[in-house]
């Protein structure tokens, strides 16, 4: 609803087309005009793939996005053209930085995506808090209670009530408190702000409007987008790639039943379930807010 509420309101411009500002034959810097974000990362992207198969490596950094959705949607369109690709953004304030009882950073996700053999490749898409607000909103809907570690409460002690944790909006760090090194996370979250809102000159930090803030303020996000040429550096990549991954996902696990994977068999696991299952499901009271 977020997305419909921006468009309706006029604080996102969904006819918008993004402009490179500065470029080099392996950099640009893009304005998003406030356009859609996938609109921006797809603009981007592709930049970034034209220059990488040009100069090896392309960097795009955009400032005046919207929330782009899937992070590894974008490093995974890297892969159809045998590239590394990475993503990264910042989001609305959400990251309790350690020690602190509010939140000032997103959940500011990363990707990394690099082929290996006959198809097969590593895609890490992670949030740098313990989870994305997402997996809060679906417990909160089905009115089931979240992990220790997961959110605080306004006092900045760790929550598992699911409204609660919405309520206030600020999450742990990936790692959770800090004595379960949770200043990891933080760390990380820093290191995407660096890369899109400060190196972008977007809005930052703090000063990102609130998640699901009804204003007239546009969210002016950063986002950057990098594809790398493997054939630049040692022959042989995909085939290092796949015998890494291979041996991992032939390590002998805790429980048999659950095998040792890499990052992307889960969702490639999930794809090929919901293909043989004929369709999405979805949880009613997701469906309900859906309509309503």
Request: a negative charge.
């Amino acid at each position: 609803e977020m997305y419909i509420a921006d468009i309706e309101t006029k604080t996102t411009d969904p006819n918008a087309h993004p402009a490179v500002l500065k470029e080099s034959p392996a950099t640009a810097w893009v304005d998003g005009n406030n356009g859609l974000g996938p609109v921006v990362g797809n603009f981007c992207m592709q930049l970034a793939i034209q220059k990488a198969k040009a100069a090896g490596v392309g960097w795009a950094v955009a400032k005046g996005s919207n929330h782009y959705g899937i992070a590894g949607w974008y490093t995974r369109t890297a892969l159809e053209h045998g590239l590394l690709g990475m993503s990264f953004t910042n989001t609305s304030p959400l990251m309790g930085p350690t020690r602190a009882k509010e939140a000032a950073l997103g959940t500011n996700p990363l990707s990394l995506a690099a082929p290996g053999k006959n198809g097969d490749s590593f895609v890490l898409d992670m949030a740098t808090t313990a989870v994305a607000v997402g997996k809060i909103e679906v417990q909160r809907r089905k009115g089931e209670p979240i992990t220790e570690g997961w959110a605080q409460d306004p006092e900045g002690r760790s929550t598992t009530d699911a409204d609660l944790a919405f309520k206030t909006g600020c999450l742990m760090p990936l790692g959770g408190s800090e004595i379960t090194s949770g200043y990891k996370g933080y760390g990380l979250g820093l290191l995407v702000e660096t890369l899109c809102g400060i190196l972008g000159g977007s809005a930052f930090g703090p000063n990102i409007r609130r998640w699901m803030e009804h204003t007239d303020r546009p969210a002016d996000l950063g986002q950057c987008f990098v594809a790398i040429d493997p054939q630049c550096f040692a022959p042989g990549f995909n085939d290092r790639m796949s015998t890494l991954m291979d041996y991992l996902r032939g390590l002998q696990p805790v429980d048999s039943s659950k095998p040792v994977l890499v990052p992307g068999d889960p969702e490639r696991n999930h794809m090929k379930m919901v293909d043989q299952q004929g369709g999405i499901q979805y949880h009613d009271n997701q469906l309900k807010a859906s309509v309503s």
